[in-house]
């Protein structure tokens, strides 16, 4: 059973930085997708970045240039470096596997398994 726990949400000024990371346990492929999404209060949830098989990324327009996706080479970690908080970034994120294809995408209904999420505030 696979299982994503996230951790590393908290406040921060905007301009700041917030470093998240997930646990991923359990057996999935190599060729597995996985992912950061989010949610703010009243909105859809909307994928942030997503890494796939080979270390391919794809990124969210607003995430372009200010966060970084990355995982460790065991694949069990994965990690979402965010700079330049904006407001507007305040949202609980999300980690998720996507264990049936090699190309990541950043829609939710790819992404069998799910963490908890980690709140992330950014104050004006």
């Known amino acids: 059973q696979v299982q994503a726990v996230e951790s590393g949400g908290g406040s921060v000024q905007a301009g700041g930085s917030l470093i998240l990371s997930c646990k991923v346990s359990g057996n999935f492929r190599s060729t597995a997708s996985m992912g950061w999404f989010r949610q703010a209060p009243g909105k859809s949830r909307e994928g942030v970045a997503c890494?796939?098989?080979?270390?391919?990324?794809n990124y969210n327009s607003f995430a372009e240039g200010r966060f970084t996706i990355s995982e460790a080479a065991d694949r069990r970690t994965l990690v979402l470096q965010m700079s330049n908080l904006k407001r507007e970034d305040t949202a609980m994120y999300y980690c998720?596997?996507?264990?049936?294809?090699?190309?990541?995408?950043?829609?939710?209904?790819?992404?069998?398994?799910w963490g908890r999420g980690t709140q992330v505030t950014v104050n004006s």
């Open positions: 998720a596997v996507d264990d049936s294809a090699g190309v990541c995408v950043m829609a939710s209904g790819h992404y069998e398994i």
């Open positions: 890494i796939g098989e080979g270390g391919k990324k």
